[in-house]
């Protein structure tokens, strides 16, 4: 148990058995309680919704109703947590989604030339993967859930926590009903986390915050396409967001047929939830293609909007007087702009950090050295969309200033990014990293670099509607 007393050492003769909560039940949660079954005697889950039977929306996570792919990264990851995880995926019909072939995409003023796909994600829904990470570690006898139950603090003082107080869901009056004791207490309630009141309260500091906010807002709804105008050439349309596109849409394929279609743009003018207007909002994208299919497909469910899409990085790293025996993951820990799709799959891939860590036989694992090991993962994502949504016209937030090594690398970055659309070397390792499976450095590969310095590949003027490679092209 991380920072704990000797006398509590599993197995010793007379040993209390060790005990760790997990704040929330989402997928963070729920991976760490997996994890962490394999180092405690009992895992408790305190959740503040009710838990469906299968798989269904549910208040605590509102974000369910928008897209959800699953980048490389933590397909992995869900893998080495679960075995066989990917195969149950696939047989609930999740699609797969080979990257650049399947989707049409347009990015930065060009169209991606549609090469054999180098990458794949998965773009089934989000409510099918939690059901499905939740039926697989709910399994575990080790494991309880505690539902409708919100955790309000933590007890202990600012050397140690202790366990958690919980009330009744929507007891906003801050009374604790009930305490739960524990070894160790993870903190995985998401974006919306109060970790830094509950230390506040202890006497302890929170972490301090990095905010860059975009000022990014959604609206997602659910379609059928009787045309089947998608999923005979291309199975996506993607029109990508940056500074100098500042609206977005985004077609992809879930399980049973059914189509997510998100439209994306800046606070201020967002898209709208009214059902004719969110179809309007689509001619302002760059090519007619998603307003033409928007008024053909056929509508399966209201439209959903949101607009809390900050990236928020609370750096628990940097020095402090917190307690031992707290650590926080997932969202809690890092959020961010979802646009880039990284959520799930870090909060995956820290599940796996977390084991690691915790296994380590060379280094104790202090609640700061396992802290700063979760935080590590989260790097490249936090990279990749904090840096790129500074440069969002209109961005705020605590963290815009450009560090020394943005200014360095932001030459050969932005060349990557104009040579992503056309050229297939700089196209694969570009989104390596993005899918999470190779680290930044691999941009700096001697065949990657030769490919940036060279003069750019010209990039389609129209739609490439059909892959390259296939009869016909
Ligand atoms: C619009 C949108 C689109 C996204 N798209 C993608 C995508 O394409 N790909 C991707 O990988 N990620 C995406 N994400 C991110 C992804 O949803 C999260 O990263 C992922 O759910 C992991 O989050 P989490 O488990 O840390 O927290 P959450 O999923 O937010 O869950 C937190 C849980 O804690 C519970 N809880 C909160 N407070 C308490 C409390 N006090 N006591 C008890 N329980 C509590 C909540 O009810 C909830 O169950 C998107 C996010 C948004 C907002």
Redesign the pocket.
């Known amino acids: 148990m991380i920072d704990a007393p000797k006398a509590d050492t599993r197995g010793s003769a007379g040993a209390r058995q060790r005990h760790a909560v997990v ?8 991976l760490t309680a997996r994890v962490l079954a394999g180092f405690v005697d009992r895992v408790t889950i ?4 009710r838990l469906p039977e299968g798989p269904e929306p ?7 109703r ?6 490389e990264g ?1 397909q992995d990851a869900l893998d080495v947590l679960l075995p066989g995880f990917m195969d149950e995926l696939r047989a609930a019909g999740a699609p797969r989604v080979g990257l650049p072939a399947d989707v049409v995409q347009w990015q930065d003023g060009r169209w991606l030339r549609r090469l054999p796909a180098s990458a794949y994600i998965y773009s089934g829904s ?1 409510v099918q993967l ?1 059901h499905l990470v939740r039926r697989r570690v709910l399994a575990d006898q080790s494991i309880t859930v505690i539902e409708g ?4 603090g933590l007890s202990g003082d600012a050397s140690r926590v202790c366990g958690v107080l919980l009330g009744k869901r929507g007891d906003g009056t801050g009374r604790a009903a009930r305490h739960l004791a524990a070894d160790l207490v993870v903190d ?7 970790a830094g009141q509950w230390l506040s309260a202890l006497g302890a500091e929170g972490a301090p915050e990095e905010v860059i906010d975009a000022g990014l807002a ?1 609206a ?1 709804r659910i379609y059928r396409d009787p045309s089947a105008a998608l999923g005979t050439d291309f199975l996506g349309f993607y029109v990508i967001m940056n500074p100098r596109q500042l609206y977005g849409g985004l077609l992809l394929p879930m399980e049973d047929g059914r189509y997510t279609a998100t439209l994306a743009g800046l606070r201020g003018d967002q898209p709208p939830t009214d059902q004719d207007e969110f179809v309007a909002y689509a001619k302002k994208l760059p090519h007619p293609f998603v307003h033409q299919w928007l008024s053909t497909a056929e509508p399966l469910s209201p439209v959903f909007g ?1 607009r ?2 900050a990236n928020v990085r609370r750096r628990y790293d940097l020095p402090g007087r917190r307690p031992a025996g707290f650590l926080a ?4 820990l890092c ?2 702009n ?1 646009v880039y ?7 995956a891939m820290s599940a796996v950090a977390l084991r690691d860590a915790l296994a380590d036989p060379r280094r104790t694992p202090t609640t700061r050295r396992v802290q700063r090991a979760l935080l590590a993962v989260s790097r490249q994502a936090w990279d990749i969309s904090a840096v790129t949504d500074k440069a969002m016209p209109g961005a705020t937030g605590n963290a815009l200033a450009p560090r020394a090594v943005d200014r360095a690398t932001g030459w050969y970055l932005r060349r990557i990014q104009e040579r992503y659309p056309g050229d297939p070397v700089v196209g694969e390792a570009f989104r390596a990293v993005l899918t999470l499976t190779s680290p930044v450095t691999a941009l700096f590969a001697p065949k990657v670099v030769r490919a940036v310095l060279r003069p750019a590949l010209a990039a389609p003027v129209d739609p490439p509607m059909v892959p390259e490679g296939s009869p016909g092209t």
Do not use: C, M, N, W
């Open positions: 704040v929330g039940a989402s997928v963070a949660g729920l305190v959740e503040r919704d549910r208040s605590g996570v509102p974000q369910s928008h897209p959800h792919v699953l980048l933590g989000r939690e139950a919100q955790v309000t995985a309630s998401g974006r919306g986390t109060k959604y997602t949101f809390q899409t993951i997932g969202d809690a959020t961010f979802p799709g990284q959520g799930v799959s870090v909060a």
